[in-house]
């Protein structure tokens, strides 16, 4: 990807998570009360990735930076499902078009 397009795709990806933040207080997607704030970040972000790399149809990963703190994310079609996951060493989000699960993974 061109540097020039990397602004406009940070861009992009901002605007999405504005969308979506302001659907889910119309909607009631993501309760604060029974989450971290953190973690409705991190599924804001989370979804805003998965519509932008849907609307490109590509499979495809990376890795973003939330707090300071990198998550890695990957986005994967199984069938005609597409799917995401992101992981921070310590949580990992899957996500789907219908819903998002959270699993804590064990460290030593």
Avoid: P
């Amino acid at each position: 990807m061109k540097k020039q397009n990397g602004f406009l795709l940070i861009e992009q990806l901002f605007a999405l998570v504005l969308i979506i933040l302001c659907a889910s207080m119309f909607v009631g997607l993501f309760v604060i009360s029974e989450r971290s704030l953190n973690d409705v970040k991190v599924d804001n972000q989370l979804l805003a990735v998965m519509l932008q790399q849907l609307g490109e149809a590509t499979e495809s990963k990376g890795v973003m930076q939330i707090d300071k703190q990198d998550y890695r994310w990957q986005i994967n079609k199984t069938g005609a499902q597409w799917q995401i996951e992101v992981e921070n060493g310590t949580v990992r989000w899957t996500g789907t078009e219908q819903k998002v699960e959270k699993e804590w993974l064990h460290t030593r």
